[in-house]
């Protein structure tokens, strides 16, 4: 064997192995976050709610943000700390899942963060590719279920 094709034997080889080794990362693209955040503040509009949406992708940035006409201005923080929650933990935010119902609400153990619900994951399988968190709902629980609305249109592209 010539020592040309060696060397390109080897190197064929090899990057097949170093290729192998490279993670897949699929990605919150700008088309399903508008819709995610779309999708929520209707839901939230025809309970009669006015919020703000905010999702993030997984690197925490900001990628669609919506204050909807007569939102008061502390729902953008609140929001921003919701999505802060679901990427800094990896879980929806509010309470933690092991607190017993009742239990009065800790503060946030991170700066930032707040343990109020309405904010949830972007999944694809295991991964989370973002967050969507809303605001401005009378309680969190209605922000979280206008969360959900946002993540139902997509959940047939989330795969």
């Known amino acids: 064997m010539s020592l040309s094709r060696l060397i390109w034997v080897t190197m064929t080889?090899?990057?097949?192995?170093?290729?192998?080794?490279?993670?897949?990362?699929?990605v919150l693209t700008l088309d399903l976050a508008q819709t995610i955040a779309q999708e929520a503040i209707a839901k939230c509009r025809a309970d009669g709610f006015k919020v703000t949406v905010k999702v993030v992708d997984s690197a925490n940035i900001e990628k669609v943000f919506?204050?909807?006409?007569?939102?008061?201005?502390?729902?953008?923080?609140?929001?921003?700390?919701?999505?802060?929650?679901?990427?800094?933990?990896?879980?929806?935010?509010?309470?933690?899942?092991?607190?017993p119902p009742g239990t009065p609400l800790m503060p946030a153990i991170l700066p930032g963060t707040v343990n109020a619900a309405g904010g949830l994951p972007i999944k694809v399988g295991d991964q989370v590719i973002g967050a969507v968190a809303v605001s401005g709902a009378p309680g969190g629980d209605k922000d979280a279920a206008c969360a959900g609305a946002g993540l139902a249109k997509v959940a047939s592209r989330l795969k």
């Open 13 to 26: 080889a090899a990057s097949s192995v170093f290729a192998q080794e490279l993670p897949t990362m699929k």
């Open 66 to 99: 919506l204050r909807d006409d007569g939102a008061p201005s502390g729902t953008i923080d609140l929001a921003n700390m919701k999505a802060n929650t679901v990427m800094a933990f990896g879980r929806a935010s509010g309470p933690p899942p092991n607190q």
